[in-house]
T-cell receptor
Framework: AQTVTQSQPEMSVQEAETVTLSCTYD???????LFWYKQPPSRQMILVIR??????QNATENRFSVNFQKAAKSFSLKISDSQLGDTAMYFC????????????FGTGTRLQVTL | EAQVTQNPRYLITVTGKKLTVTCSQN?????MSWYRQDPGLGLRQIYY???????DKGDVPEGYKVSRKEKRNFPLILESPSPNQTSLYFC???????????FGSGTRLTVV
């Protein structure tokens, strides 16, 4: 079974600075998908970014980018120019194609953006 | 507006009293799932459905039931709730899971 590990329960960053959230996963498969979801205090789950394992190019969405290291099974999220609205819980998730689209989540990293 | 609608947002109930949490999506998605979120455990899949009348167990199905009689609806049923089912529940849907899921706003359930 696939597992997803987020080793940083909590992190803090100052506004306008850059922060990187770590995620590692375990799988023997070659083709899969990786996601980062954001959960602000409103508790809504919001898809931040998505990566396809067969694509070597790292995904980017505005201030959010990933560092995908397939051999190391690492999928970190970098937030540039942090804003107060980035304060949230961030979850890394893994999905195998053809498995009824089950998302396997990590335990989350709580990010606090301060002034 | 494309969305997944869950009801209720908050629910307090007593042990053993049957309850249903409703979930509806207006995006014509084939895939739907239920997750529960607990502190320190992340989100875990309870049940999922690939289409009408097609459902299967996720990682933590004990004590739950689901049905998918219509494409848009995927209710979660707790026949005899127990305190260990106190949790935050999310319904989610996707047209093709690899593009990610759209989540509902969550249901905070407390069983006393």
């Amino acid at each position: 079974a696939q597992t997803v590990t987020q080793s940083q329960p909590e992190m803090s960053v100052q506004e306008a600075e850059t922060v990187t959230l770590s995620c590692t996963y375990d799988t023997s498969e070659n083709n899969y998908y990786l996601f980062w979801y954001k959960q602000p205090p409103s508790r809504q789950m919001i898809l931040v970014i998505r990566q396809e394992a067969y694509k070597q190019q790292n995904a980017t969405e505005n201030r959010f980018s990933v560092n995908f290291q397939k051999a190391a099974k690492s999928f970190s999220l970098k937030i540039s120019d942090s804003q107060l609205g980035d304060t949230a819980m961030y979850f890394c998730a893994f999905m195998m194609p053809g498995t009824a689209s089950k998302l396997t989540f990590g335990t989350g990293t709580r990010l606090q953006v301060t002034l | 507006e494309a969305q997944v609608t869950q009801n209720p947002r908050y629910l307090i109930t007593v042990t053993g009293k049957k309850l249903t949490v409703t979930c509806s999506q207006n995006m014509n998605h084939e895939y739907m799932s239920w997750y529960r979120q607990d502190p320190g455990l992340g989100l875990r899949q309870i049940y999922y459905s690939m289409n009408v009348e097609v459902t299967d167990k996720g990682d933590v199905p004990e004590g739950y039931k689901v049905s998918r009689k219509e494409k848009r609806n995927f209710p979660l049923i707790l026949e005899s709730p127990s305190p260990n089912q106190t949790s935050l529940y999310f319904c989610a849907s996707s047209s093709q899971g690899s593009y990610g899921y759209t989540f509902g706003s969550g249901t905070r359930l407390t069983v006393v």
